[in-house]
């Protein structure tokens, strides 16, 4: 397995991502700023229920991604539903924006989920986040049912898309 992969962002700094465990302290660290993006938009945490254990490969994955040493952003997937994915915890620190690495961030998860034999992805996000929304709309996602806590929310936004599957000659980096 894999611990590591480089991409080069729009500015041509490398994002080195590296998969951790949810409860590690550096995806906890991350973790944490998300929640305080949402404190600062919404006025309260995510409260939707988060097992650790959900994004173990090979049923999960969450990755955090480092620029020149500093932890800069994250991402995450679990099974959700049968035969898909949920995307969650995407986030980038505000020095690291505008650079691409939500983009490589979502590349990377769709493709580790796809190869660990996903067929679709699903994601909820809010209307207070329009970055958000219009950078999953770039990438494809479309409105789906919504699901979970936020399901009847008049503020959240539900999106989704089929990922296309990958050959047998791409290796997984940690899906597998």
């Known amino acids: 397995m894999s611990t590591s992969a480089e991409r080069v962002l729009r500015d041509g700094s490398v994002a080195r991502l590296r998969p951790l465990p949810y409860d590690d302290p550096l995806a906890q660290q991350m973790v944490e700023a998300v ?64 650079r691409g690495l939500a983009q490589v961030l979502m590349a990377e998860l769709e493709s580790t989920a796809a190869l660990a034999g996903h067929r679709s992805a699903v994601l909820n996000t809010g209307r207070k986040q329009p970055e958000a929304v219009a950078l999953y709309r770039e990438l494809g996602y479309v409105p789906v ?13 539900f999106l ?17």
Do not use: H, M, N
Not at 73 to 86: F, L
Not at 160 to 175: F, I, N, Y
């Open 35 to 98: 929640q305080q993006e949402y404190v600062a938009r919404y006025g309260g945490r995510d409260a939707a229920v988060v097992d650790p254990a959900e994004f173990l490969p090979p049923a999960g994955l969450f990755l955090v991604a480092e620029v020149a040493g500093e932890a800069a952003g994250c991402g995450a997937w679990r099974a959700y539903p049968p035969g898909g994915v949920e995307i969650k915890r995407v986030y980038v620190a505000p020095a690291f924006r505008r």
């Open 145 to 157: 049912q919504g699901y979970g806590v936020y399901a009847c929310s008049p503020d959240a936004v």
């Open 160 to 176: 989704g898309k089929d990922l296309a599957p990958l050959g047998s000659e791409e290796e997984s980096t940690w899906a597998s």
